[in-house]
């Protein structure tokens, strides 16, 4: 997830033109996502994607990154949060409408012990649902040089503390900063 250094997820209007990607962010992103096999948005960065993704690589422009994502995207199984959407004719998608924490369980016991990520992306409304749920495992954040100061934030309606253990941090080049943070159980 980009976010502010002031913790934004996009400007108050959803804007996202202030986040830096380069060739380094993506080739980093892209081995990490290769070990996903569930994908996780809400319904707005859903239709997103589905707009984009699919035929990417068919794109005379397109670049390696938009083959190498394509291709994942088209593979990996997609799981979106609406309660207005439904899963007829979506291949490879399934739908959560209620029964939110029975069912991303239900999904996190399907990987029969295996340590698959299922990775969530944007979604500010659904990451708002899973934390107030305590259903996030870990935090890759990807900071950028930049203080919005008003905006869409990562984190709200917080009820209680959050302890995470930092993993990793990366800079680069750019000057985004990763950190990958687990969340701390005890």
Not at 101 to 125: A, V
Request: charged letters at 25%; glycine letters at 6%.
């Amino acid at each position: 997830m980009h976010i502010s250094l002031d913790g934004f997820v996009a400007g108050p209007n959803g804007e996202m033109d202030w986040i830096k990607v380069d060739e380094e962010i993506f080739d980093h992103v892209g081995k990490r996502i290769s070990e996903g096999d569930t994908a996780l948005y809400g319904r707005v960065t859903y239709q997103m994607m589905e707009n984009y993704w699919p035929t990417a690589a068919d794109k005379p422009t397109a670049t390696r990154h938009d083959m190498e994502h394509s291709k994942w995207y088209n593979k990996v199984h997609k799981v979106v949060l609406s309660k207005t959407m439904k899963d007829a004719g979506l291949t490879n998608t399934t739908i959560i409408s209620d029964k939110l924490s029975e069912r991303i369980n239900e999904i996190k016991q399907s990987h029969n012990g295996e340590s698959k990520d299922i990775l969530l992306f944007g979604s500010p409304t659904a990451t708002h649902s899973l934390i107030q749920r305590n259903l996030i495992d870990g935090y890759w954040l990807f900071v950028n040089p930049i203080i919005l100061g008003h905006g869409i934030p990562l984190f709200a309606d917080i009820k209680d503390k959050i302890k995470l253990n930092l993993l990793t941090t990366r800079q680069f080049t750019c000057g985004v900063t990763e950190l990958n943070y687990i969340v701390d159980k005890q």
